[in-house]
């Protein structure tokens, strides 16, 4: 159960921190929601995992999460990219970016099985950077 803690922590810091990103200029934007009213479900599916294995490495060097869900968040990021985009970011540049994201988790989950610990940190941090390239343009820039 104390394991548990950390676990609950981190999603509702999540949430939190995605609430007041999302409002802190006042404004609701309206556009970033789908033709239907929803919002980017895969962006969001695939964004629990990162920020569950990303930020205990940037929290605490805890590459432990990584290392076990590794092929989860290629499998969540090959679905991602296979799904048709919303109409706001459906565009060569942001399916190119999921490509990528793509090739980098298959990557991650290919090193997490060999590579030293180095490695996977960097690999990590780059499929994170993509990941927020990937947010920022269906944010715009917020």
Same mark, same amino acid.
């Given at each position: 159960m104390i394991r548990l803690y950390p676990v609950i922590f981190t999603l509702l810091m999540l949430v939190l921190l995605s609430c007041a990103s999302k409002k802190e200029d006042g404004h609701d934007h309206p556009e970033e929601e789908?033709?239907?009213g929803s919002d980017w479900k895969k962006m969001d599916e695939f964004h =629990? =995992?990162?920020?569950e294995t990303f930020h205990? /490495?940037?929290d605490s060097a805890n &590459?432990?999460?990584v290392k076990t869900r590794a092929a989860e968040l290629a499998d969540a990021a090959s679905e991602w990219s296979s799904t048709t985009l919303p109409k706001k970011v459906d565009n060569d540049e942001v399916k190119s970016k999921l490509q990528q994201l793509k090739a980098?988790?298959?990557a991650l989950a290919?090193?997490?099985r060999t590579a030293d610990d180095n490695v996977i940190a960097?690999? &990590?941090?780059k499929v994170h950077d993509t990941f927020h390239e990937i947010q920022e343009?269906? /944010?715009?820039?917020?």
């Open positions: 789908t033709a239907d =629990i =995992i990162m920020a205990p /490495y940037k &590459l432990e999460p980098e988790t298959a290919e090193n997490v960097a690999q &990590l941090v343009a269906w /944010y715009g820039g917020h």
